[in-house]
């Protein structure tokens, strides 16, 4: 078995590139599930901390009032409801929708697409349990690697791939060969006791990026799957060049030893991922989600405030004069009779002030007014109006208006969902155009 320890190269550089895409995406999956007091923050010392460690350490409760969720859940209804209704799965490649459960598969890709702006799907043909068959697997993002590139059909991308965490048992019978002696060889390719990050010295990258790429979890064997696009020039008989372009794959050891190598099996002749980037802006991806994060954070500022407001304020407080307490009575018998009810409180003789509740109009410090105008806010910037939502509906606005303000929130959705769609048309084609690979070692 011989090494391609440039190609493992170029597979971990691409695979770096995207570190901060990752990082973000780790920070808006968090405010998503709800852990939205995350951020590093530091306090009046330079002391770096969460920002819930921050408002524990100021008195404050942290609250959470996760509005990001309901609107991804909105948004992945709607899509399912329209899948239905249109009978988007009613297409060539049904059998394998059918195979796959589909709506299930793409709902939950529409939630990655949502927030992370990143949609993958590998489709290729395999003999599972669940049957022999056209299979898709939705791609976790942290696994994947693709060279940068701008254009939003990916026809500029040359390498592209992911690694798979294998137990040994599937490894020996993916790239065995049915062999006994392969099968040593892998055995003792993956048991070596050299360090699985020898391959990585001279890559330019720090140890945390290291142990990510290289490092199986206990019990595994990390398989890196990486497909080029290679170019082959010969000259004709009659003289002239003829340069054609073949997608090959290679899978790769972590030390860079090449386990399996074949060209393109399918009928399309390219790689088996269905990717899609939004919006890929000079081959930046900006999702859904990042546009909502400032608004959700202001949200929650506000909703602390209030609570913080409500819990020091004056509710119901007494002040009784020390002079006009009655003879025999002490200020604990006040305070036992002003919160007993029907009770009669008797005021001592003389002259001063007579007892006064004070209670604070929280109202009117505008922070609740604050809070209503960011619920607009996030409604603008989302394009999910109250009718999108089945808020504030009331029959009187009549059916009419109801249907037009909800094709109106969908009009702010209509670029996200075509953008997902284009992506499904794609992972169809090449379902439809998939066959069974034959690997060579």
């Known amino acids: 078995m011989q090494k391609d320890?440039?190609?493992?190269?170029?597979?971990?550089?691409?695979?770096?590139?995207?570190?901060?895409?990752?990082?973000?995406?780790?920070?808006?999956?968090?405010?998503?599930?709800?852990?939205?007091?995350?951020?590093?923050?530091?306090?009046?010392?330079?002391?770096?901390?969460?920002?819930?460690?921050?408002?524990?350490?100021?008195?404050?409760?942290?609250m959470t009032n996760?509005?990001?969720?309901?609107?991804?859940?909105?948004?992945?209804?709607?899509?399912?409801?329209?899948?239905?209704?249109?009978?988007?799965?009613?297409?060539?490649?049904?059998?394998?929708?059918?195979?796959?459960?589909?709506?299930?598969?793409?709902?939950?890709?529409?939630?990655?697409?949502i927030i992370s702006g990143c949609a993958v799907q590998r489709v290729a043909p395999e003999r599972r349990i669940g049957g022999t068959g056209v299979w898709v697997d939705n791609v976790d993002p942290r696994t994947f690697f693709v060279n940068r590139h701008s254009d939003p059909r990916g026809l500029d991308i040359d390498l592209i791939g992911m690694f798979h965490d294998y137990a040994p048992d599937e490894v020996v019978a993916r790239f065995g060969g049915h062999s006994a002696r392969r099968a040593d060889e892998l055995e003792q390719l993956y048991r070596a006791?050299?360090?699985?990050?020898?391959?990585?010295?001279?890559?330019?990258?720090?140890?945390?990026?290291?142990?990510?790429?290289?490092?199986?979890p206990a019990g595994r064997w990390r398989v890196y799957e990486v497909w080029s696009l290679e170019s082959n020039t010969r000259r004709s008989r009659g003289g002239h060049i003829e340069t054609t372009f073949t997608w090959r794959c290679r899978h790769l050891a972590p030390d860079g030893t090449v386990i399996a190598r074949y060209d393109s099996p399918y009928a399309h002749r390219s790689h088996p991922f269905a990717l899609k980037l939004y919006p890929l802006i000079d081959g930046e991806v900006h999702s859904f989600v990042e546009d909502l994060i400032d608004t959700q954070r202001t949200i929650n500022r506000l909703v602390v405030t209030i609570d913080t407001m409500m819990s020091t304020a004056a509710k119901g407080t007494l002040l009784f004069p020390v002079k006009r307490i009655a003879p025999g009575m002490s200020i604990n018998d006040v305070a036992r009779l002003w919160s007993a009810p029907d009770s009669v409180i008797p005021i001592g003789s003389g002259q001063g002030e007579m007892p006064t509740q004070v209670v604070t109009n929280t109202a009117d410090s505008g922070a609740y007014q604050a809070l209503s105008l960011?619920?607009?806010?996030?409604?603008?910037?989302?394009?999910?109006?109250?009718?999108?939502?089945?808020?504030?509906?009331?029959?009187a606005a009549g059916?009419?208006?109801?249907?037009?303000?909800?094709?109106?929130?969908?009009?702010?959705?209509?670029?996200?969902?075509?953008?997902?769609?284009?992506?499904?048309r794609?992972?169809?084609?090449?379902?439809?155009?998939?066959?069974?690979?034959?690997?060579?070692?």
């Open 5 to 62: 320890i440039p190609l493992l190269r170029k597979a971990y550089r691409a695979w770096c590139a995207a570190d901060t895409f990752r990082r973000n995406r780790e920070r808006y999956k968090r405010y998503t599930y709800g852990d939205q007091w995350c951020d590093t923050v530091t306090d009046r010392d330079g002391t770096p901390m969460t920002e819930y460690d921050l408002l524990v350490s100021l008195g404050r409760r942290p």
């Open 66 to 113: 996760n509005l990001l969720r309901q609107l991804i859940k909105t948004i992945v209804g709607r899509y399912r409801n329209e899948a239905a209704e249109n009978r988007r799965y009613d297409t060539a490649a049904g059998s394998a929708h059918l195979l796959n459960d589909m709506p299930e598969m793409d709902a939950r890709m529409l939630e990655e697409f």
């Open 193 to 216: 006791p050299d360090n699985i990050f020898s391959a990585a010295d001279g890559f330019g990258a720090d140890t945390s990026a290291a142990v990510a790429f290289f490092a199986a």
């Open 374 to 395: 960011q619920m607009r806010l996030l409604s603008e910037i989302s394009g999910m109006s109250d009718a999108m939502m089945g808020r504030n509906t009331s029959g």
């Open 399 to 424: 059916s009419a208006l109801y249907e037009a303000q909800v094709r109106q929130s969908a009009t702010g959705l209509a670029d996200l969902l075509a953008t997902f769609d284009s992506f499904t």
């Open 426 to 441: 794609l992972r169809d084609d090449k379902i439809v155009t998939a066959d069974i690979p034959a690997p060579r070692s």
